[in-house]
């Protein structure tokens, strides 16, 4: 008599959480979350690019990802407000052309009649000089 045969339970490992993340900076998979305990206190740190961060006063139900989330969103709040002090508008330098045909536009609002304001126009685009252009290139 031969032994009954039993199919073999295949049993697949439940996903876990990653240890280590991606980084923001330099794009590396090497951001580790270290969580302190007993002072609350957790550290995110970069061993490719070498950024840190520290986080004080976390709470008791917040797990390395939510740490990570954390640090994520203050990096790029940190990047967007430096691009909006970048981006504050400077002037920029019009060519002799330009100046004139604009001030010509604004000749051409006006309320039909010769004002002072016309004569202002028309005496800042007789000051306007007017350069010799190449056709050739």
């Given at each position: 008599?031969?032994?009954?045969?039993?199919?073999?339970?295949?049993?697949?490992?439940?996903?876990?959480?990653?240890?280590?993340?991606d980084?923001?900076?330099?794009?590396?998979?090497?951001?580790?979350?270290?969580?302190?305990?007993?002072?609350?206190?957790?550290?995110?740190?970069?061993?490719?690019?070498?950024?840190?961060?520290?986080?004080?006063?976390?709470?008791?139900?917040?797990?390395?990802?939510?740490i990570?989330?954390?640090?994520?969103?203050?990096?790029?709040?940190?990047?967007?407000?430096?691009?909006?002090?970048?981006?504050?508008?400077?002037?920029?330098?019009?060519?002799?052309?330009?100046a004139?045909?604009?001030?010509?536009?604004?000749?051409?609002?006006?309320?039909?009649?010769?004002?002072?304001?016309?004569?202002?126009?028309?005496?800042?685009?007789?000051?306007?000089?007017?350069?010799?252009?190449?056709?050739?290139?």
């Amino acid at each position: 008599m031969g032994r009954k045969l039993h199919r073999k339970v295949i049993t697949r490992p439940k996903p876990s959480l990653p240890k280590i993340y991606d980084c923001p900076k330099c794009e590396a998979k090497a951001i580790e979350v270290e969580l302190n305990e007993t002072n609350r206190t957790a550290s995110v740190s970069c061993g490719n690019c070498h950024i840190n961060r520290t986080f004080s006063e976390i709470k008791k139900i917040e797990s390395e990802v939510d740490i990570y989330g954390n640090f994520l969103d203050q990096y790029y709040l940190e990047i967007e407000s430096q691009s909006e002090k970048l981006e504050t508008p400077t002037p920029v330098p019009k060519s002799p052309l330009q100046a004139a045909s604009s001030v010509t536009d604004k000749l051409g609002e006006g309320n039909g009649g010769d004002t002072d304001e016309d004569d202002k126009i028309a005496e800042d685009l007789d000051e306007v000089p007017l350069e010799e252009y190449d056709d050739n290139g």
